[in-house]
């Protein structure tokens, strides 16, 4: 199973992008899926999470202004990143739990900056 990340880039204050994450090498849809990120000298962290009941969940720097979705049909996972600041500048990485198994996407790298 291979997750990719994709949708990153450089974006201005007040902007928006769309993360992508898609899951390969499997049948099976993704019990609950997750984005991280991880600033410069910083730890990773989380973001946001859904379910495969669509409940989701985030954290509070966030709320609001993002937004995961999924797509069964699919198997893949988005984070709509919207009026995007400064400090939401770091590489994202996408989870999934598939079968019982976590598996990591390789990171995108998201900066904010005029």
């Known amino acids: 199973v291979q997750l990719q990340a994709s949708g990153g880039g450089l974006v201005q204050p007040g902007g928006s992008l769309r993360l992508s994450c898609a899951a390969s090498g499997t049948r099976f849809s993704f019990a609950y899926a997750a984005w991280y990120r991880q600033a410069p000298g910083k730890e990773r962290e989380l973001v946001a999470i859904i379910n495969s009941g669509d409940d989701t969940n985030y954290v509070h720097p966030v709320k609001g202004r993002f937004t995961i979705s999924g797509d069964a049909a699919k198997n893949t996972v988005y984070l709509q990143m919207n009026s995007l600041k400064p400090e939401d500048t770091a590489v994202y990485y996408c989870?999934?739990?598939?079968?019982?198994?976590?598996?990591w996407g390789q990171g995108t790298d998201v900066t904010v900056s005029s």
């Open positions: 989870l999934a739990n598939i079968v019982s198994r976590i598996y």
